[in-house]
């Protein structure tokens, strides 16, 4: 499972993540885009380093570019409330994407020197690596690019309810079961928001068809990964028959990297190259 996961990560370290900053439109950003892959490229080989000395200073290096993109969220946090209330959502969204890889790099460092976090394990923190940068930074990333585009009050609820979830989510690591099941719940409406208006909305008004499959598949496949996870949170708490986390992993981890974030970043990188030259082509 450790290789699996592994590549999981090195997938949102080094593709997700950047691709993932360029489509938020944020000018502020470019400049911490460009340097990504100085931080990105020692914290993905610390993944396949023995845990210790080595494999935890390549950690906190991109940890350090963690931070550094957290840091432009309290600025945006400040303007907030001068935002029209239909475009506050979409900013919410924002915010979660550029904090939550910072959650994600924090769990690695302890991870990879090999010490428990906050009383969680390491086999915990290696899973919460992916979780932070596939649940947390493209779910919200993508959840506010829908949000934009649709202009309607389920993109705004998806909007919300994505870093809400993935907030209830970090909080019942802590509280305990049934807490992130109610995290897992409202992020599965959420997401399931997402993969609707996706769907329905943003696919359906496109006309080239590589755009239009890739959109297609990040929908169903976003539609039965979080289906799978609703079901183990739903286990965990109750005691009912679940899948195990190796099964997770090879199910609602791949699908969630390679079938929603990676299919939702190439699409909607394509849709915004094709804005752009026909925004070019008009002037």
Not at 100 to 126: D, K, M, Q, W, Y
Not at 206 to 219: F, G, I, M, N, P
Not at 262 to 280: F, N, P
Request: hydrophobic content about 55%; aromatic content about 6%.
């Amino acid at each position: 499972m450790s290789v699996l996961v592994n590549s999981i990560v090195m997938l949102g370290m080094l593709v997700v993540v950047p691709a993932g900053l360029r489509l938020t439109g944020v000018a502020g950003l470019d400049r911490m885009r460009r340097l990504w892959p100085l931080f990105a490229v020692p914290g993905a080989v610390s993944l396949w380093l023995p845990r210790g000395t080595a494999a935890t200073a390549l950690a906190v290096c991109y940890a350090l570019g963690a931070v550094l993109l957290a840091l432009h969220a309290p600025p945006r946090l400040l303007r907030l409330r001068d935002l029209p209330t239909s475009r506050a959502p979409a900013e919410v969204a924002l915010l979660t994407a550029l904090v939550t890889p910072s959650i994600a790099a924090t769990a690695l460092v302890a991870e990879r020197s090999g010490h428990p976090l906050f009383g969680f394990g390491l086999g915990i923190l290696a899973l919460t690596v992916p979780h932070f940068h596939f649940a947390g930074f493209a779910a919200a990333l993508v959840a506010g690019l829908v949000c934009r585009i649709t202009d309607s009050r389920a993109g705004r609820f998806a909007a919300l309810s994505v870093p809400l979830g993935t907030l209830l989510v970090l909080i019942g690591y802590f509280i305990g079961d049934w807490a992130e099941l109610a995290g897992a719940a409202v992020l599965t409406a959420g997401m399931w928001t997402v993969a609707l208006l996706t769907w329905r909305s943003v696919r359906a008004g496109q006309r080239d068809r590589v755009t239009r499959a890739l959109l297609a598949v990040s929908s169903a496949v976003l539609a039965v990964t979080m289906a799978l996870a609703l079901s183990w949170a739903l286990g965990e708490a109750t005691g009912l028959p679940h899948p195990t986390l190796t099964w997770m992993a090879a199910t609602h981890g791949l699908g969630n990297a390679l079938g929603f974030a990676l299919c939702s970043v190439l699409a909607w990188q394509r849709l915004r190259d094709r804005t752009g030259h026909e925004e070019s082509r008009t002037a």
